[in-house]
């Protein structure tokens, strides 16, 4: 058990659950809808059925036999001393696809290559006898990128110099790193869901335990899921993406900020914050709440999102010792970042703020087609707001995800499922929607979108309680 909801946050999370049918199956299914959109954690521990009925103003059998309808669907399990917990839900993930030419592909959420690009390694290619006069193997980095980095960091309010940055290949090379060195097996890590998900397969390569804090367009972070997992949990490291959160396109508050700060600083817990996203901003109305300078906290970030996802060079802002733990224990993984990417980068991070500037102008194109579209064809559908990122985290309203994925890509679209951004099962009434591609390709996205929901609407009635178990 790694939290506990009390019965008055329950009633409120349930909002409007009775129905026509059984009371008892009509709160059951309140709770099913709970667990498979993640505002229901994983290893949650329920009220006890007097307090629930008290709260919900029914009969204690009434919530006991909701609770019997959740164990025989497998949902939750009661265990002596702890009461009714929510178990883990199956993946339904239909993995990915690998699109041929005439696909719209949106599985990954990444531009097309910043146009000024290929001027930049025009002039590095120039400078090619200088790069291959050096020895090439350089586990923490160039120091002239590494500097630069610093600057880059400094500009924004964080003193920070070159032996606090180590340059990787990519923000997920950063991730596998930090955990390969950082974790033991069998530690807790805190990650929200949904979540980048090769992140969180990194963390389980090393055999971490994920304890998912859930996070949503609308309502932000699960602050009293958050509170309970650093004091029942104890997490060795927290994996938060505080700007521009991937999927849901949600930046953290002052309030939710601090609530992390607190939490980690009780326990002891690393707090790793990937910034890849950071920098893309549309237009957000207000800077977001800085995390504090601290030495438990490690920043990641990258020039996939910003610049290229094909220029792999990516780093790790931490403590000095901690970069240097880092640095003894990468050559298992590889032996440092190509020098020719490297040069190409130390050009790019000094212009990172022009560069972001124009990322935003091509994104609000991108993501004000998008809204469009979506609004005028699933005016069912629940359409978020975002002010930056790459995504929109949409509720299709029925756990669907997965055949809806299924039937677009026999149309030619290739999309990635909620449940891909899951932790532990579940989200199968959210669709990830990448607003990266052109406006025009993203129009004709969601009209393929439009048939491919007909056909598994019309193929599929409204779920029952058993349509929960099967496509959880």
């Not at 959109?37 to 919900?56: G, H, M, V, Y």
């Not at 590095?124 to 050096?134: E, M, N, S, T, Y």
């Not at 964080?158 to 290949?169: E, G, H, P």
Request: hydrophobic fraction near 40%; glycine fraction near 10%; proline fraction near 6%.
């Amino acid at each position: 058990m790694d939290s506990r909801v009390s019965a008055r946050t329950l009633a409120a999370s349930l909002g409007g659950w009775r129905g026509n049918g059984p009371a008892y199956e009509a709160l059951a299914d309140g709770v099913r809808l709970l667990c498979l959109d993640n505002r229901l954690a994983p290893a949650t521990a329920l009220p006890a059925e007097r307090e629930l009925a008290a709260i919900l103003g029914v009969s204690r059998t009434t919530v006991a036999a909701a609770y019997q309808s959740l164990r025989d669907t497998g949902h939750i399990e009661s265990l002596r001393g702890s009461g009714s917990v929510t178990l883990p839900l199956r993946r339904t993930d239909p993995g990915r696809h690998e699109p041929d030419a005439e696909t719209i592909d949106l599985q990954q959420a990444s531009p097309a290559a910043w146009p000024g690009l290929p001027g930049i390694m025009a002039e590095v290619i120039q400078d090619a006898p200088a790069l291959v006069a050096r020895i090439g193997y350089d586990v923490v980095g160039d120091v002239g990128l590494r500097t630069a980095i610093a600057e880059h960091y400094r500009a924004r309010g964080l003193a920070t110099s070159a032996d606090q940055i180590l340059v990787t290949t990519g923000a997920q090379s950063a991730i596998h790193l930090i955990a390969s060195v950082l974790l033991h097996r069998a530690d807790r890590v805190m990650i929200e869901t949904p979540t980048y998900p090769h992140a969180a397969d990194a963390f389980r390569r090393v055999g971490a335990r994920l304890v998912g804090v859930p996070v949503d367009s609308t309502h932000g972070w699960d602050l009293e899921r958050a509170e309970q997992t650093f004091a029942r949990a104890l997490p060795s490291l927290a994996y938060l993406m505080p700007d521009f959160h991937n999927p849901t396109g949600r930046t953290m508050t002052a309030d939710e900020t601090d609530a992390f700060v607190v939490g980690a600083r009780s326990v002891g817990t690393l707090l790793v914050l990937d910034e890849t996203t950071a920098q893309l901003d549309i237009d957000r109305r207000s800077q977001s709440a800085a995390f504090p300078e601290d030495e438990r906290v490690i920043r990641v970030g990258s020039l996939g999102k910003t610049v290229w996802g094909g220029l792999r060079v990516g780093w790790v802002r931490a403590a000095p010792d901690i970069v240097r733990r880092l640095a003894s224990g990468r050559p298992v993984h590889d032996l440092g970042t190509p020098e020719l990417e490297q040069a190409i980068a130390a050009r790019l991070i000094p212009r990172l703020d022009e560069i972001a500037a124009q990322r935003g102008t091509l994104l609000r194109a991108g993501r004000d087609s998008l809204v469009e579209e979506l609004r005028r064809l699933f005016p069912e559908w629940d359409v978020p707001e975002v002010h930056g990122g790459v995504s929109l985290w949409v509720g299709i309203g029925e756990p669907l995800s997965t055949p809806l994925v299924m039937s677009a890509r026999a149309r030619g679209l290739a999309l990635s499922a909620g449940s891909r951004f899951a932790v532990e099962g579940g989200h199968d009434r959210r669709l990830r929607v990448p607003f990266t591609a052109s406006p025009s390709t993203l129009r004709r996205a969601v009209g393929i979108l439009r048939s491919a929901w007909d056909d598994v609407r019309g193929g599929s009635a409204i779920p029952s309680r058993t349509d929960f178990t099967t496509v959880v």
